[in-house]
């Protein structure tokens, strides 16, 4: 895939940080991976294994020591406005109502506040909470703190979605809820989503392809692979099927791995 073609392209990509000692600590060596607009990328790997490290570099947080970062066909030079970024912890203000919290961006980019409101209010109904929009987030469960955040960002319409580990601290349950919520609102308008977990099943159910990186530091992407469940999916049936389980076992054979040489670093010192 071409620059010109990709909503995020990696190209060569490799970050290094200078640690307190002033040694340098590699953690992900270099990278090229390109996410076409539309497509659902995920990113699966141990932990520490730079997976959030490159989604900041496509964020524009994170200044690669080498190669380039490109969004939908431009070199990226800053922040990158296209996209909305999910955290795994919540970015609500304790002291603003779900409807406020939704539409504070929106007036932070000079929309008038009563349409900012407005259209906080169709997308916290989007999200399932329209009778909750008066709400401070002490008195939503973590769920419904989710769909806010989700809600916080979608209502500035970016191109490009950046997610990471967004339903991590959420229990098995809601998780299954969120996922099936998020592809209910991909389907609608196809966003690029580049999303960052450790769910294995999680990312299988939700993404186009599953990429796989290797265990840090100098971490690198071993794995690429196509999802070819068909779309619409259900999160709750998908792990009925005999091809989810086919998928999975090709996956984590690359994964295991690594996933078994993070421990033996751990427990080297």
Same mark, same amino acid.
């Given at each position: ?5 990709? /909503? ?26 390109? !996410? ?17 490290? =490159?989604?900041? &570099? ?7 020591? /080498? ?22 912890? *919540? ?8 409807? *406020?919290? !939704? ?24 999200? @399932? ?8 987030? +002490? ?15 979608? !209502?500035?319409?970016?191109?490009? =979605? ?16 969120? @996922? ?17 977990? +450790? *769910?294995? *099943? ?16 100098? &971490? ?5 692979? /196509? ?17 989810? +389980? ?22 080297? @010192?």
């Amino acid at each position: 895939m071409t620059t010109a073609q990709a /909503a995020v392209e990696l190209a060569g990509v490799a970050i290094t940080f200078v640690l307190a000692d002033g040694s340098r600590y590699e953690a992900v060596s270099p990278c090229s991976l390109a !996410v076409a607009p539309g497509e659902f990328v995920a990113i699966v790997g141990p932990t520490g294994c730079g997976k959030s490290t =490159l989604l900041n &570099a496509a964020a524009g947080l994170l200044k690669p020591s /080498a190669g380039t970062v490109a969004v939908l066909g431009r070199a990226l030079q800053g922040l990158n406005a296209d996209a909305g970024y999910l955290f795994q912890q *919540d970015a609500l203000m304790p002291w603003k109502t779900a409807q *406020d919290n !939704v539409a504070i961006g929106l007036e932070v980019a000079g929309m008038a506040r009563a349409e900012a409101l407005d259209r906080a209010t169709a997308m916290l109904a989007r999200v @399932g909470l329209k009778s909750f929009a008066a709400r401070y987030p +002490h008195q939503l469960s973590g769920g419904q703190r989710k769909r806010v955040g989700l809600a916080q960002i979608l !209502v500035r319409e970016p191109r490009i =979605l950046l997610m990471d580990e967004p339903f991590g601290p959420l229990d098995a349950q809601t998780r299954l809820i969120m @996922g099936d919520l998020l592809l209910s609102l991909w389907q609608t308008d196809r966003k690029a989503v580049m999303f960052v977990t +450790h *769910d294995l *099943d999680e990312a299988i159910s939700l993404a186009d392809r599953v990429v796989v990186m290797s265990a840090g530091p100098a &971490a690198r992407i071993i794995g690429d692979f /196509a999802i070819d469940i068909p779309r619409p999916r259900d999160m709750t049936e998908l792990k009925l099927l005999p091809r989810f +389980h086919e998928l999975h076992a090709r996956i984590w054979t690359a994964l295991r791995e690594e996933v078994r040489k993070t421990y033996q670093f751990a427990e080297a @010192g």
